[in-house]
């Protein structure tokens, strides 16, 4: 099995949530094109590093 590091798999795991996020958004809430759009980008690509800027925040205190 391949080993991940905790960034990859952060970065996997919004990107499964965007994905399924913006599917519900498209098909089950009936919401225009662009809104869906909007959720992937958000969920997708900026959630992620601003989770990762909180937790380098976190481990960085940690470690003091």
């Given amino acids: 099995m391949v ?3 905790e ?6 795991g919004f990107a ?3 994905l399924v ?7 089950y809430a ?3 094109d662009w809104v869906a759009f ?3 980008l958000i969920v997708g690509m900026v959630a ?3 989770a990762m800027k909180l ?4 481990s960085a205190l940690e470690q003091d």
């Fill in 3 to 5: 080993e991940l590091d």
């Fill in 7 to 12: 960034e990859t798999k952060l970065y996997l």
């Fill in 16 to 18: 499964l949530l965007a």
């Fill in 21 to 27: 996020l913006g599917i519900a958004v498209d098909v």
């Fill in 30 to 32: 009936g919401q225009a």
């Fill in 38 to 40: 909007a959720v992937i």
């Fill in 48 to 50: 992620p590093r601003v």
């Fill in 55 to 58: 937790l380098d925040v976190d």
